[in-house]
């Protein structure tokens, strides 16, 4: 023990202790600066509303339940925020949700299903192969929606 704190005590004093991390970063306007920055990968915008592996809409989405009235919270590159106006017991929010859906899309509660997340706030909702909408005026009346 007394080693130990020996030890500590002299790396301490000469200064042997490990760097910390921020003394690790690269100073900007330099070589490995540019070196850095030439091997990062690309950012890549992603969007809530895509293809799933079969082809067919997939919008992702969370879920909050239990609010007054159904309506868009939000978009971000995560979901799709929608408050659910139907508690979150015996399925009832995720009929509401799918409801509320087909609404905003001008579309049938019937052209629609949960593809995951039954039981969490994390859903994906995906439209029937059937239905004649674009990902792009998909996205673009969910917008609509989370303007008004």
């Known amino acids: 023990m007394a080693l130990f704190s020996r030890r500590l005590a002299v790396s301490r004093i000469w200064g042997l202790h490990a760097m910390p991390k921020s003394s690790l970063k690269v100073p900007k306007g330099t ?13 890549s915008k992603t969007s809530p509303v895509g293809l799933n ?3 067919c809409i997939a919008i992702q989405i969370h879920a909050k339940p239990g609010a007054k009235i159904s309506s ?25 949700l799918l409801r509320f859906l087909g609404d905003v899309l001008g579309i049938r509660k019937s052209m629609l299903s949960l ?11 995906v439209l029937d192969s059937c239905v004649s909408l674009s990902a792009d005026s998909v996205m673009e009346r969910l917008r609509d929606a989370a303007v008004e």
């Open 72 to 96: 868009l919270a939000g978009l971000s590159d995560d979901g799709v925020a929608v408050h659910i106006g139907a508690p979150a017991r015996d399925g009832e929010a995720n009929a509401e």
């Open 53 to 55: 592996k079969n082809g």
């Open 115 to 125: 593809d995951k997340g039954s039981k969490s706030r994390s859903k994906v909702a």
């Open 31 to 43: 070589a490995a600066a540019a070196m850095a920055s030439a091997t990062a990968p690309p950012t």
